[in-house]
T-cell receptor, first 111, second 116 residues
Framework: DAKTTQPPSMDCAEGRAANLPCNHS???????VYWYRQIHSQGPQYIIH???NNETNEMASLIITEDRKSSTLILPHATLRDTAVYYC????????????FGAGTRLFVKA | DTEVTQTPKHLVMGMTNKKSLKCEQHMGHRAMYWYKQKAKKPPELMFVYSYEKLSINESVPSRFSPECPNSSLLNLHLHALQPEDSALYLC???????????????FGPGTRLTVL
């Protein structure tokens, strides 16, 4: 599985959009980009995933560059409850179980 | 229902004890996972079961013994642990990815293990 690089921490004002970048320059054609978050001492929570098209759900939007070497997770209106560690993971989605978490980005949403 | 449950929530054990962690899901998932997470570190994969068979063992010491008695249950048996094994143990489940299906993993809340 490809390795990902994320900034160690970011701040965001409450109510503003939080844009979390991820670099995955060695991603393969059959690898998806997944985002999870982990609120302190809880299990990781699935947010969104995509292959090459931009994706949106009720939690967030995922923007993947055309060359697929990087992506951005967007939380459109961050709240204090969005303070968490956000993990960007790339993994094969057909028959591949191995999931390697990088260090993630610690997002602080401030009032 | 996308819930994975884990029991107990907290466990304190001595180095000579034998204990078990339990994980359950009723989403019809046929892949189940154990992860270990140390403080301020990302989760690390330990074991994967697919269709109740061990698929991946990430060179985990034999004092950790996984078991998948049926498609809904996953156990982790612990014996002769060391204090450095203290961590949050996370269980996850997913579909087995086949044509057109995703294998998004859903995680339980974890068991906080302390080894004295």
């Amino acid at each position: 599985d490809a390795k990902t690089t994320q900034p160690p921490s970011m701040d965001c004002a409450e109510g503003r959009a939080a844009n979390l970048p991820c670099n995955h320059s060695t991603i393969s054609g059959n690898e998806y980009v997944y985002w999870y978050r982990q609120i302190h001492s809880q299990g990781p929570q699935y947010i969104i995933h995509g292959l090459k098209n931009n994706e949106t759900n009720e939690m967030a939007s995922l923007i993947i560059t055309e060359d697929r070497k990087s992506s951005t997770l967007i939380l459109p209106h961050a709240t204090l409850r969005d303070t968490a560690v956000y993990y960007c993971i790339v993994r094969v989605s057909t028959g591949g179980f191995k999931t390697i978490f990088g260090a993630g980005t610690r997002l602080f949403v401030k009032a | 229902d996308t819930e994975v449950t884990q029991t107990p929530k907290h466990l304190v054990m001595g180095m000579t004890n034998k204990k078990s962690l339990k994980c359950e899901q009723h989403m019809g998932h046929r892949a189940m996972y154990w992860y270990k997470q140390k403080a301020k570190k990302p989760p690390e994969l330990m074991f994967v079961y697919s269709y109740e068979k061990l698929s991946i063992n990430e060179s985990v010491p034999s004092r950790f013994s996984p078991e998948c008695p049926n498609s809904s249950l996953l156990n982790l048996h612990l014996h002769a642990l060391q204090p450095e094994d203290s961590a949050l143990y996370l269980c996850a489940s997913s579909q087995v990815a086949e044509r057109g299906r995703t294998d998004t993993q859903y995680f339980g809340p974890g068991t906080r293990l302390t080894v004295l």
